[in-house]
């Protein structure tokens, strides 16, 4: 039995089954999560369905709901932050900012509209363009940012009128279940569901006919398997899925302070972050120095149990990652890779893997052409511009990308060919709430965030009225 529960029209279940939550500082048990039975999760999807009618005529209630929201998530932000640290393994106060970053984006999603375009307004006729939401959406999160991800997600197709049923990850299902206690009372029952499961959940989920559009961030092979299922009912999707972003690092930058900016752009979170910077293509001027201070930051920055303050960086949150991570860093070193620091795990418990900068690689590497989605780093380097863009763009990946220089204009020009969603100058991972976020080529279809986030959210209705 957990201590946890599922959130269903508007009650907190507490279920027969139960799967264990590991915390991946020590690698033990230290929680069991509520099993969803399909029962369950059709039984969630029809109070989605009987929520909609009444949740989506009323944007002023839903705003006062979202509000409510996010009031009660801030309520009890100390508590949601502490499990996060203990499910998903990052440092208590990056757990907070987390937290905090979620109820902004909520209320920032509040305050969201869908306002009328009136094409033609004439003695002849009226042509408006409204915006209308699909109905009911699952939505359904990875285990890096379980809490943000899931709240931007779900407070956009909230405030755009449609229900939600949220499947959080069976790696990190527990703090999303303590939003669901918190805001249990400030929503109408059914609009929110927020349930827990292993495997199977999220492919029924997605095959319920009545779930009209599926909102997804994860994997691109996952990504591909949800767009599958969406196909025979034509669901909407927005996938936003994996990303390989290269950094390209011009020859007139200042070394110190890229690394230092570089580094917290490939290493935050432990590299768990989809858009994390993850192969540097350095140009050979700058290359020795610049490889010299990322594996100084890299080897001077803490990390561990993300209980115990003082770690900077936290563990890898699972076993199957923490494996993925090392077979690519021993692929790497098999291969006559230099590991100029770190290369394995830190301690015999946990997943906790030693900051890593790697060389003497090529961009047929797996650890170059794979993203490793944990603390390694692959700096390469390039003689001539051109090259390092035709490299950085040689991918299947296109969620983000950035460009360092001392000359702005030019590092921009640059950055505009990147084939990719975000292209930074002089940053990596930069975002705002209230810009729009997401991938092209494998790395998604579909953009989050304000008012694109809406249009995501939403369908268009025309209506065309004859007056004369
Ligand atoms: P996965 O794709 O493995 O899982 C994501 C979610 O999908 C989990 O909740 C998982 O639950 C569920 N899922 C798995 N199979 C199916 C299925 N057939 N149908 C429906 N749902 C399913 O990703 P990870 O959790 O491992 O996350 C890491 C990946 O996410 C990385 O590639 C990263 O780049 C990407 N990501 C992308 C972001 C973006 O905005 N572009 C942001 C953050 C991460 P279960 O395990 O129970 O099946």
Sequence with gaps: MSDYSLLINGDLIRTKDSFPVINPANGEVFARAPECSIEQVNQAVEAAEQAFPAWKSDIAKRKEALMAMANAIQANSERIAEVLTLEQGKPLSQSKMEIMGSVMQIQLSANLTM?????????????????????VVATITPWNFPVSIAMGKVATALISGNTVILKPSPF???????????????????????ISGSDPLGSHLTAHPSVRKIDFTGSVNTGKKVAAAAAPDLKRITLELGGNDAAIVLSDVNVKQVAKSLFWGAF???????????????????YSNLVEAMAEMASKTSVGDGMVEGNRLGPINNKPQFDRVRELVNDARNNGATIVTGGD?????????????ITDVDDSTRIVAEEQFGPVLPILSFSDTDEAITR??????????????????????????????TAWVNQHLALNPM??????????????????????????????????
């Design 172 to 194: 990190t299902p527990l703090s999303t279940l303590l939003v669901a206690e918190a805001v249990q009372s400030a929503l109408p029952p059914g609009v929110l569901n927020i």
């Design 115 to 135: 306002p009328v375009e009136v094409v033609q307004d004439s003695p002849k006729g009226l042509l408006e363009v409204h915006r209308k939401p699909y109905g």
């Design 435 to 468: 810009v729009p976020f997401g991938g092209s080529k494998w790395s998604g279809i579909g953009y989050i965030n304000g008012r694109w986030g809406v249009e995501g959210s939403t369908e268009i209705q025309v209506i065309n009225v004859k007056r004369a």
């Design 268 to 286: 935050t979170n432990s590299g768990q972050v989809c858009i994390a910077a993850k192969r540097v293509y350095a140009h050979e001027s700058v």
């Design 345 to 357: 795990q830190l301690s015999d418990n946990g997943y906790c893997f030693a900051n890593t900068i």
């Design 392 to 421: 950085a763009n040689n991918t299947n990946y296109g969620l983000g990308g950035s460009v360092w220089s001392g000359d702005i204009d030019k590092a921009t020009e640059v950055a505009q060919q990147l084939e990719c969603g």
